[in-house]
Each structure stands twice: as C-alpha cells, then as structure tokens.
C-alpha cells in the first residue's frame, strides 16, 4: 500500500524522477519518459551522461540503499528567457553603438565648420555659408538627440501619452502649411483634400503631428530623389466603424521589397543624411495611440504608401 501511494505521488511530481538500481532503471514518473522520449524501465542509464543527454534539465541524484535517486527540473523556459534577455542586451548594445556614432558624426561636422569659421584665412563671404551650415547640422543634432531621448523613453515604458480627442482637419492643415514650401522648393505637388471639420480620433496631440510630419516630409524628400515622371503626394481618408485610416501615397522612387522588413528598426536608413530613427519612433508612437501603420511599395521608382490607422473619438470598445 505503502509503495503504491509512493509510486502515485512520484506520477503526479512536477519533476523528472528516475529511480536507478545500478544504473538500472526501476522506476520512471511520466514526466521524465515524456522528456526523454523513450521507454526506460530496464534500461541502462549513467548518471553521469544524464545531463549531456539532456541539457534542458537540470539534474540531482541521491542515494537511498541501493538505489539512486534523479530528480531533473526542466529549466527550457529559464534558458529560453535568458536567451532571449541575450538577445535584448546585444540589440541594445548595438543601439547604443550607433546612437553614439550618429552624434559624435554630427558634432564633428559642427566643430568643422566652426573650425572653418574661426580660421582667419577664411573670406567673410564664405564664413555667413559656414554659420549656415554649422546652424543646420546643430538642428540636425538637436532633433537626432531629441528622438533618442523619445525613443528611449518608450522602449522603457516611461513615456505615455494623452488619450483625448483630436480633430483631424485643423492639425493636419497646420503640418501642411508647414510643408508646402518645401514641397514647392522640391518640385513636389502635395494634395491633401478638404475633410470634415469634426472627423474625431483618439490621440495625443504632439505625437500625431509628430508621426504626420515624419511621413510627409518622407513622402516630399523621396518624391523629389525622383528623376523622371511626375512627382506628387497625395493623402487620402477613409472612415470606419471603430477607426479612421489616413494614406499618404507618393510617386518617389519606391523601395526594394526586401527592404521593407526593416524599415521600422532604429537606424535603419535608406536615405542620404538619414538617421533611421523617424519611422522606428513612428512606429512606437502609433502603438502608444494605439493605433497601426504599415508601409507599401512595389519596388524601385513604383512609390510608396504608408498607412496609418487611428481609434475614432466616441466609438465604445
């Protein structure tokens, strides 16, 4: 009775049991067969092989008369959890690699026109270009410095946003009057048709803007690399019962299918001058919002259209 009981709790144990007489299997729980994948009873095991053979378990034997007791405790999930923590650790390595780089790149170029400036040689008309120029590239550093603090924020949770409701027409008129002058100096036609004064999203205010300036002013930059054919960006509007999409579609110079992956990763820039790091934060935004964006294009000089999607305002989950 005694030994039945004893068998019936090794069964329900949430451990590997083998019970060994001389390397002799007498005794193993389901667990432990359902592991190793093969009948054991009778069969001869070393102990000491046990955790080669098996190296998601991490093994503990004990004598008990003749006979050797193993206990295994199966530590897949642990292994798997630190390698994925691996994983995490090197991204950020080589996040933080890169940030570096980028900044250090940016405040070189600074301090080589300022060094520029300051050389006595240098004719006064040429200095106000070096000015200029040094002014852009401590803008660029300011906004690079800025979307990494941003991006860092997100990724480690302490950055949220506001979830208020947010009138599309009146913000997206204020983006696009910022812009169509660079779209005019870039030979780019921007079309954005009128839409309902009260079309409603759920948001924050400064990310929406921030993620509509990022895609239009791509939507301008990319359209204008183009060296044949016309050259116009168009943004479009559908309406949902839980949701509202804005399209922005432009007929620039398009991007590799096999590029379009990775597009969302910090860094990852196919642009001259480009950090990579605006649709990475794009992305992390519209998630904050909880909302979705995804890129299409069907190839070199076949455009792009990015896709975003927002909660509509009023609409109960």
Not at 7 to 18: E, F, G, T
Not at 37 to 44: H, P, S, T
Not at 116 to 134: G, P, S, T, W
Not at 245 to 274: A, M, Q, R
């Amino acid at each position: 009775m005694e030994a039945e009981v004893f068998h019936k709790v090794l069964q329900m144990m949430d451990v590997l049991c083998l019970i060994l007489e001389e390397g002799v299997v007498r005794f193993a729980n389901g667990k432990a067969q359902t592991t190793l994948g093969k009948k054991l009873l009778g069969q001869q095991i070393k102990e000491d092989l046990l955790q080669s053979q098996t190296p998601f378990v991490k093994w503990k034997s004990f004598n008990i008369g003749r006979y050797t007791v193993c206990l295994g405790t199966d530590v897949s999930r642990e292994k798997s959890e630190i390698q994925r923590l691996k994983g995490e650790l090197e991204k950020r390595r080589e996040f933080f690699a890169t940030a570096t780089h980028e900044i250090r790149s940016a405040a070189n170029s600074i301090l080589g026109y300022l060094a520029l400036f300051v050389d006595e040689e240098i004719k006064l008309a040429h200095r106000e270009e070096l000015a200029q120029k040094a002014y852009s590239a401590a803008l660029r550093l300011s906004a690079l410095v800025n979307d990494l603090l941003d991006y860092v924020r997100i990724e480690e949770g302490a950055k949220e946003l506001k979830d208020e409701p947010l009138k599309i027409n009146s913000m997206l008129h204020e983006i696009v009057e910022d812009l169509k002058g660079y779209a005019f100096r870039k030979d780019v036609e921007l079309q954005v048709p009128s839409i309902g004064e009260n079309l409603t999203i759920l948001g924050e205010k400064k990310a929406f803007c921030r993620v509509m300036r990022n895609i239009l002013d791509n939507a301008i930059k990319f359209t204008s690399m183009k060296e044949k054919g016309e050259k116009r960006v168009t943004v479009s509007f559908s309406e949902e019962e839980q949701g509202i999409s804005i399209t922005v579609h432009d007929t620039g110079i398009g991007i590799e299918p096999e590029k379009l992956p990775y597009l969302f990763e910090p860094f990852v820039s196919y642009s001259p001058g480009g950090t990579g790091l605006g649709l990475a934060l794009s992305k992390k935004l519209m998630e904050l919002m909880q909302g979705e964006i995804a890129i299409r294009s069907a190839g070199t000089d076949k455009g792009t259209t990015v896709e975003l999607w927002f909660r509509r305002a009023g609409v109960e989950k």
